[in-house]
């Protein structure tokens, strides 16, 4: 395996013949620089996404200097662009064959017009879950069922944004991620308003989610592969993030949560079973 994950590290092929999910598109090689290859089906209109280049290697290129430059042997994320078909997106790593031992972004819009929102919005979340399950030579994403598909990526585009000096969109992805409220943990719930942006503004922007995945890849569990062997529940999620934001978080994860007792025990029993996660 490790050598098959080598040999595709090597240049980026001409042309990709999908093989996962539904997908039987042929692909073929729009642009490569050392921090991204772009692939496109054939209805992607040229015309539209001449910016693409530019902005995935950027932001790829500013997410291995942020999290981490050990997300496998290519140095490449692979962006693929649909047209009229797969609306939505998915995410591949470089530990699995459904996408050849690549990083992947995997997108599908009807047009790729920069000023439209989803163009370069999609992408960069679907990147996000690979700078979440791959980062600092592990595999999976132990935080996933506590913060779902959506909410580390609020925090991951909102970052990403104001980095590349898109302030535009980093306003208005703000305005919108304030307003956006869930039904998880709880009702009501506001993620981006409540949790992540006080942690952005107040705990040096992405670094504090560079230390969170830092600290995970340090001290949760995981095999010798590198693969997390299990999920966290709450009390290990808020001591990981309490570690990486160097204070005790437990006031504000109830405030922004809630906070019924089971989760009160899941703390102290993280705070014993991981105590090289200080705050």
Not at 10 to 37: I, K, V
Not at 76 to 85: D, E, K, L, V
Not at 91 to 108: E, I, K, L, M, Q
């Amino acid at each position: 395996m490790e050598a098959e994950r080598e040999r595709q590290a090597g240049n980026p092929p001409d042309t990709w013949q999908e093989h996962w999910f539904d997908h039987r598109q042929l692909l073929r090689l729009y642009y490569s620089d050392g921090h991204c290859a772009i692939y496109l089906d054939a209805d992607v209109r040229q015309a539209q996404i001449r910016w693409l280049p530019g902005y995935i290697s950027q932001v790829w290129e500013y997410s291995k200097a942020t999290y981490g430059n050990a997300f496998g042997p290519d140095p490449r994320i692979y962006s693929i662009h649909h047209a009229g078909r797969h609306g939505g997106g998915h995410a591949g790593y470089y530990v699995s064959p459904v996408h050849d031992y690549r990083n992947v972004s995997d997108c599908g819009l009807d047009t790729w017009r920069e000023g439209d929102a989803l163009a370069p919005e999609l992408p960069a979340h679907e990147i996000g879950h690979t700078v979440e399950s791959a980062n600092n030579g592990t595999h999976g994403s132990p935080a996933y069922e506590i913060w779902g598909d959506s909410k580390w990526a609020e925090f991951y585009i909102y970052d990403l944004y104001t980095a590349l000096g898109m302030h535009r969109a980093a306003r208005r992805v703000h305005r919108q991620f304030t307003g956006n409220a869930d039904d998880f943990p709880q009702p009501g719930t506001r993620w981006f308003r409540d949790w992540f942006y006080p942690l952005w503004r107040d705990c040096g922007q992405a670094a504090v989610m560079a230390r969170f995945f830092g600290q995970l890849a340090m001290h949760f569990p995981r095999d010798q592969d590198g693969t997390y062997t299990r999920r966290m529940n709450w009390g290990e999620y808020v001591h990981f993030t309490s570690g990486a934001a160097a204070a005790d978080l437990g006031g504000q994860a109830a405030r922004a949560f809630g906070w019924p007792r089971e989760r009160a025990a899941q703390l102290e029993r993280a705070r014993e079973q991981f105590p090289g996660v200080t705050y």
